[in-house]
């Protein structure tokens, strides 16, 4: 098995590091900065109880770490410029007690580098890794048998991380996959059924975009109707949002006929009698202008 080094280490900081700059402390690590790693650096270590952190820190700086040396930490705040430059990928980290910081930054574990070699570079045990496995497969594996079924095989080999999963988890994966190339025809095919969907429906109940003189008021109909009414079919015809607010009402002596010394009722004869309407305009039965209602009008025709 190969031994895993200090390369290692530092490839697998930086993945975490990518990781970290969508999580908690993204504000330090997007654009990661000398004073912005000195006090993420800060927070890290504020309350932490790991022995080798601490550990790391005077090894780095040169002085142990309390929560009551800001000041100092500041003072340092220069020898954060190689660990900035390593995150921006502007320069690499040599010094070991750099990358050890560098892990604590982005919390990365197992850490520091003798743990990291220890922990990974020997074991025989699949470990589960937060981060992303990379398949390797041999295409000539022939899962057809019932006893290699049952053997598990390392389908990732990694020197952060390995995952080992059974063949006939692996086969059942390989019969569930859809092509890039299915997935476009089955979108294409919901567009298809969508478009014709919403065709047949405007065949079927189209808006209704006119109206009808209905008894005593408009109603919003189909254009293409040429039954609806009782009676009388009345004339179908465009909506017009003022004619819309038209309605034929009753009247007696007891109604406001006037506003502000203005009309505020209409009328006009149809068979010799007077309808009374709520708006000015025309009939809409006959096509005659209404008329604004008059005292005349009111003395002559109306009574309690």
């Known amino acids: 098995m190969k031994k895993n080094t200090l390369e290692d280490y530092k490839q697998a900081i930086k993945a975490k590091y990518e990781d970290e700059k969508s999580g908690d402390y993204s504000s330090f690590l997007i654009n990661p900065s000398?004073?912005?790693?000195?006090?993420?650096?800060n927070i890290h270590f504020k309350g932490n109880g790991n022995h080798n952190d601490f550990l790391i820190f005077r090894n780095?700086?040169?002085?142990?770490f309390k929560e009551d040396n800001s000041k100092e930490l500041k003072k340092q705040t220069d020898k954060f410029r190689p660990l900035e430059t390593f995150f921006k990928g502007e320069t690499d980290l040599?010094?070991?007690?750099?990358?050890?910081?560098?892990?604590?930054?982005v919390n990365y574990e197992p850490r520091p580098l003798n743990r990291f070699i220890k922990v990974i570079g020997t074991t025989t045990t699949a470990r589960k890794e937060e981060n992303t496995t990379y398949a390797i497969i041999d295409k000539?594996?022939?899962?057809t048998t019932d006893e290699k079924k049952k053997e598990p095989i390392i389908i990732h080999e990694h020197p952060v991380k390995r995952t080992v999963v059974l063949q006939s988890t692996l086969s059942q994966i390989?019969?569930?996959t859809i092509s890039v190339k299915q997935i476009f025809k089955i979108l294409l095919l919901v567009v298809i059924i969508a478009v014709s969907a919403?065709?047949?429906?405007?065949?079927?109940?189209p808006k209704k975009q006119c109206m009808q003189w209905q008894m005593d008021h408009y109603e919003i109909v189909d254009c293409s109707s040429t039954t609806q009414g009782i009676g009388i079919i009345n004339e179908i015809k465009p909506i017009i949002e003022e004619e819309m607010k038209l309605k034929k009402i009753e009247v007696s002596l007891k109604t406001p006929f006037f506003q502000k010394n203005k009309a505020a009722i209409w009328y006009c004869k149809k068979d010799s009698k007077l309808e009374y309407f709520n708006a000015a305009g025309f009939h809409p039965e006959n096509g005659k202008p209404l008329k604004p209602i008059s005292q005349y009008i009111i003395t002559k025709y109306i009574k309690e």
């Open 34 to 41: 000398r004073a912005k790693l000195r006090d993420l650096c």
């Open 60 to 64: 780095f700086f040169g002085f142990d």
């Open 94 to 105: 040599t010094d070991i007690s750099g990358v050890d910081l560098a892990a604590v930054l």
């Open 140 to 143: 000539s594996t022939d899962f």
């Open 174 to 176: 390989q019969h569930k």
């Open 198 to 205: 919403y065709g047949m429906k405007e065949l079927i109940a």
